[in-house]
Structure formats: C-alpha cells, structure tokens
C-alpha cells in the first residue's frame, strides 16, 4: 500500500475505531445506540463458563493422507473433561472438511500448506462438545468454494455452528452470524451470539469495522437480542517471532492481518463479552477491556502433523466465567502440548500458561489481570 494511503487508512481506522465506545461495564448500550435492555429472568447467581482454544486441523488427506492416530478417536481425550464441562465451547477450524475441491495454492511452494479433513472428523469435535468453530481463517478457502460449502455443510449436520467465511465473488452467502439459546446450571436460559473474523477476502475482516459494528451491534445485540456475544478472530504475524502483540497493525509475507488490539477494543465497544484470537501459532497476552476478557492468541490446540515443536507445541484452554452480562468473574488457562499426531495432551509443566502469564505482563499495560503459574486468572 502506497505510504499516503497508508496514512489515511491508519486515519480513517482511528476515527472508525473509537466510533463505538461508550460502553458500560454492566450492559451493552455504546454512545450511537439506544440502550439495550436484556430480557432478565436470570439472577445474579447465575454463571457462564466458556472454554475457548486456537486453531483445529484434526488430520490431512491433501495431498497424501496424514492423519492422526486410530484415526483421530483420542485427539480432545486428555482436554475433553474440560471441554464437555463448560457451557460453551468453541475454537477455530484451521481447514476445509471436505472430499473435494481445486487446490488454491501452488503444491510446489514450500508455503502452500493446504488442508482437507476427512467428514467423518466432524464427529470428534462434537463428541469434545465443540459449539461453535469460526471460519474466518486464511485456510478456510485452501480449495476454493466447493470445500468451503462442503465445511459448512458438515458442521451443520453435525449441530455445530459456525460463521465468518465469505465466498469472494459474492455468489454464495455464507453465515455472518450463530446464535444458539444454552441453559445455566439453574436452569435458567440464555442466548449467545458469535461470530468471526479475518484478515481475507474470502472471510469478514478485522478492518472492516462497519461489518464489525453491525453484525455485533445491529444484528446479534439489537436484532436478536443476544445476552452474551463471543467474537472469534484469526490474526497476526505468524511463528516465534510474533509471540509479543504488537501496537498498530501487522503484516506477514504481504498481508494486512489485522490492528488487533483496537479491533478487540472495538468489538467490546460494540457490545463483544469475549473476545478470542488466533492466527499467530503461538500465545500472546490476554487483557481484561472494560471488564470483558480477551485471548489475543490461543495459538495452535490441536494441528495434526505441524505446531507441535518448541512454542508452537503450546496447545492452551482457556476456560473463562462469566456473569449473565458477560462481564469476567475468573479464569482459567489449562495447560496442554501438543504431541505429534496425537493432538494436546496434559502439560504438568504449564508452559503455556506461563508464557501467557508472562506476555501479559510485558505487552499490556496497566494489566487488570493477575496469572498464576498455574494459570489461574482473576481481577487485581
Ligand atoms: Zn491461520
């Protein structure tokens, strides 16, 4: 991009940035809007747990088969407790689940890592209680859009919801947004909105703030009256060497991928209750805004035959609580490593929750949060 385009981007992203602010800490209204009054039947006992993780690629059968062990049965078994047991699970899906589809990349370039899931995976992320999986990755589109429709039809089959990729010819429409009603421990019911964005033209974008604003702001809260909303966002430099979150915006071999701080300053302005990042394939800080939790990178969690070594075998969980409007209550990042093709597995050493611990202390000013090496996260 030319250096006064540049400029004007960057101006334009400042003004569009702070447009949405105005947020309360207790509800959702933000300066341009009416204020939101949730529906509350719900009492203040009532609590949410939300486990979030970074990128799922469970096995490849591009070009040759590379799949897990028996088959994948055992890839979530050591996170599965604790995936099954929160009220709300989600993560990214870091690849097509597909038969079919046209290579996008060249298999020649050492860059062009493409992925294809078997459909009979799909089963693995229910049977681990996934809810919900954002698409808006720079994988998603590895085979153009007839895999991309064949993903979208087999977590929907499979019960699973999912948002964020966009077919860039503007011929088919793909979700934008899941909405699905959990019930608390009390019995009480909540409706939860997600949805996801990225740095491609075939996914909704992080700088693109007017779809930001409307798909939280208009359509989850106002239109569908979402109590809690949870924004999925793919982002940022990648390897060991993008393991410290930057200021402004970021790029890799060429892409914009994101100004990630303000894009999730500004999610939470529009009404976002979590705000849950990947991308990098490796963690970065987490940060309490205006008492909602952000995760700016839960790296790789289970990424069959690749992520497995040195940082990038880091394979957090993060389980966050919530009160009914979304405000944090506590925490918690449970470690995991991942083992070649074998998936995460149970890290008694905590790497992972250490390095988060650490890079939050270095990259966010002003922390609201303290971490444990064991990883317990709670308010200052
Ligand atoms: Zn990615």
New binding site residues.
Partial sequence: MPKSTYILFLSITIIVFTSCTGKQTSAHPTSEQPTIVKPTTQTEADTLTIAVVG?IMMGNTFPHNRLPAEDGKYIFEDAKDILTSADITCG?L?GTIATSGKPRKNLNSKMAFMFMMPPRYTQHLVDAGFDYVGLA???IYDFFEEAMIQTEENLEKAGIGYSGAKDPKGINHHKELYTKEFTLPTGNKIKVGFCAF?HEDYSLRTRDTASVRRIIADSLQKQLNCQIVIVCF?GGR?GAGARHLPYGSENFYGDERGFLRDFAHFAIDCGADIVYG??P?VVRAVELYNNRFIAYSLGNFCTIGMGTSGLTGNAPLITIRTDINGNFIDGKIHSFLQQPMKGPKKDPSNSAAKEIASLTQTDIKDSKLIISQEGTITIK
Avoid: I, L, R
């Fill in positions: 990128d990214n870091e990755n720079n994988h990225g793919h990648e990947h991308g394939h």
